[in-house]
């Protein structure tokens, strides 16, 4: 029994010490096995591979893909016209040499990154200066691009201390004024705006105001016309009446002057308050004194 369970324990413990010593790389990484915190190999190839149990040798991996590194600084550059200018870019880059780049960059992806961010900052400062917002926006961006590429290859393949890295493309996405610039042509592009309303504004109610006199004097034009037709005819039908009047009052006088003395009472006397005071000799209320109840 005792020996069935030093076997079993024997076999364990191989097997324990089989799986530290075995590891496995990626296809999309670098395997680097450190011996005592010293760099022993660098595995590129994937599969399965040997090293010393730790804490004699360990192993840590490194990405070896196409990696992206987009602008996060959003402090503006100066331009050849000092304009200020807000650029945002994007960086394709990877890692080509393992043990250069843990020697003199970092032991992982991050610390490449934060130097590479420095560089194609610092670069596109240099570039950005030489060139006026005409040019950033069309007809020199592509060289811009082109210069900013090469000035990072040339810093991270130096000859003192190669980065181990390749920069495959150096790309910007937006080219923009500062904020405090943006605002200012934003406000002024609104005062414009503005202007152009309220000078609207005032052609359209001078206008208004010179249609509504307009429609007024024909208003009046109308008015004093139609007056006019009114009159002329009122004197038309006035004189019909006359005539008419005269004839009908030449066949019977008297009877005319009864009719002329009852019309005048009943304007004399149209309301109840009416008080006129006369003569009793008057001969306006000769026909009055004449009815006989």
Do not use: C, H
Not at 265 to 284: H, Q, R
């Amino acid at each position: 029994m005792n020996r069935l369970g030093l076997l079993i324990s024997s076999v364990l413990l191989l097997l324990a010490l089989a799986s530290s010593a075995l590891f496995v790389v990626d296809q999309r990484q670098f395997g680097v096995v450190y011996q005592l915190g010293e760099i022993k190999r660098v595995v590129t190839e994937p599969g399965l591979n040997f090293k010393m149990p730790p804490p004699f040798q360990n192993v840590s991996y490194i990405d070896k893909r196409l990696l992206t590194l987009d602008s996060s600084d959003t402090e503006p550059m100066l331009t050849a016209e000092k304009q200020r200018v807000v650029i945002d870019w994007f960086v394709r880059w990877r890692i080509s040499d393992p043990l250069a780049y843990i020697r003199n960059v970092g032991l992982n992806e991050n610390s490449g990154a934060l130097q590479l961010n420095r560089v194609v900052r610092n670069s596109f400062q240099e570039e950005v200066n030489k060139r006026t917002v005409f040019q950033l926006l069309s007809s020199d961006r592509e060289a811009l691009m082109a210069d900013v590429k090469a000035q990072v290859l040339a810093a991270v393949n130096g000859a003192e201390k190669p980065w181990g890295m390749d920069v495959v493309d150096v790309r910007i996405t937006r080219v923009d004024y500062a904020e405090t610039i943006t605002k200012s042509v934003y406000d002024r592009m609104e005062a414009e705006r503005k202007r152009v309303a309220n000078e609207l504004r005032s052609t359209g109610q001078a206008e208004g105001e010179k249609i509504r006199a307009d429609a007024d004097k024909q208003r009046e034009v109308i008015l004093a016309e139609a007056y006019r037709d009114a009159q002329n005819i009122k004197g038309q039908g006035d004189g019909q009446a006359a005539n008419i009047f005269a004839k009908a009052f030449g066949q019977d006088p008297a009877f005319a002057q009864f009719y002329r003395s009852l019309e005048a009472y009943s304007v004399s006397f149209a309301n109840k308050g009416d008080v006129m005071v006369l003569d009793t000799d008057n001969e306006f209320l000769r026909v009055l004194r004449g009815v006989k109840p």
